[in-house]
Nanobody, 129 residues
Framework: QARLVESGGGLVQPGGSLRLSCAAS????????IGWFRQAPGKGREGIAC????????YHVPSVKGRFTIARDNAKNTVYLEMNSLKPEDTAVYYC?????????WGTGYEDRTKYEHWGQGTQVTVSS
């Protein structure tokens, strides 16, 4: 069973950058789709990006497209979320999650948290001056 641990969060000024990491243990991530989610105070958990294990296809929601990039390093069993041009509204706890759901693997419904089987504990990202 995959165990996921996020890291790399912190406090950053608007316009700054952070790179989040999602490291897996207990299982290889080679056959999992990995998604990144975020949850701002008082709001629901929002799916923002996903990477497929099939061909490395990536998916990003419009609110982060062009600013955030998801990538994976199978040799390190780790998935990353590179975040640039950060805005105060990006402030949230960020979670990674893993799934073998075939719909998500092929890019459908990756924003749906109910389709993911394994979750990390989250890492806080605060964007503030």
């Amino acid at each position: 069973q995959a165990r996921l641990v996020e890291s790399g969060g912190g406090l950053v000024q608007p316009g700054g950058s952070l790179r989040l990491s999602c490291a897996a243990s207990g299982s290889t991530l080679d056959d999992y789709a990995i998604g990144w989610f975020r949850q701002a105070p008082g709001k629901g958990r929002e799916g923002i990006a996903c990477i497929s294990p099939i061909d490395g296809s990536t998916y990003h929601v419009p609110s982060v497209k062009g600013r955030f990039t998801i990538a994976r390093d199978n040799a390190k069993n780790t998935v990353y979320l590179e975040m640039n041009s950060l805005k105060p509204e990006d402030t949230a706890v960020y979670y990674c999650a893993a799934t073998r759901n075939p719909l998500v693997i092929w890019g459908t419904g990756y924003e749906d948290r109910t389709k993911y089987e394994h979750w990390g504990q989250g890492t806080q990202v605060t964007v503030s001056s």
